[in-house]
């Protein structure tokens, strides 16, 4: 059986609601799917509240974050913010690699805090280090509300760790 994972931003679910069938290519198997949709107006409101349950679990309200008139955007290349010796050492030595998905939180002052893990990649070392990374030296230009003011909102990375 063959499994293929694909992921679709926020963006890109937006216009499902009223799409009559939807093409995924899979690239690393030279698939395409072709998926006829029905019932989509029923299933987005599902994952809508969904989304807005788990939001809510994390302590922010989706009714603001939806209202945003721009959200927070990196200043600079989030590449730039790791460089080789934050991979941990006893990770490295060992050949530990893997993926780490984190969420947190954007301040309106641009900062990082309350950096938690959704995903884990395998290693506490390697997620617990991402958090380190990214709550001291990444920053945000903030998220803002209706009336233009900054505001705290939530975003989240996925940090791919390679062994060397």
Request: proline letters at 4%.
């Amino acid at each position: 059986m063959l499994i293929t994972r694909f992921q679709v931003s926020n963006d890109d679910v937006s216009g499902l609601e009223a799409a009559k069938s939807i093409r995924l290519v899979a690239p690393r198997v030279s698939q395409t799917y072709h998926l006829s949709l029905t019932g989509m107006s029923k299933a987005m409101t599902t994952i809508r509240e969904c989304q807005d349950d788990l939001v809510k679990s994390w302590g922010y309200d989706p009714v603001s974050l939806r209202s945003l008139t721009r959200t927070a955007s990196p200043i600079g290349a989030p590449q730039s913010w790791f460089v080789d010796s934050d991979y941990p050492s006893s990770a490295s030595m060992l050949g530990i690699s893997g993926v780490s998905r984190l969420r947190f939180t954007v301040t309106a002052a641009g900062k990082v805090e309350n950096c938690k893990i959704i995903t884990g990649s395998g290693s506490q070392l390697l997620d617990d280090r991402g958090c380190e990374v990214l709550t001291r030296r990444a920053r945000y230009e903030p998220a803002l509300d209706a009336a233009g003011q900054a505001v705290r909102s939530l975003k989240s990375v996925t940090i791919n760790w390679r062994a060397w």
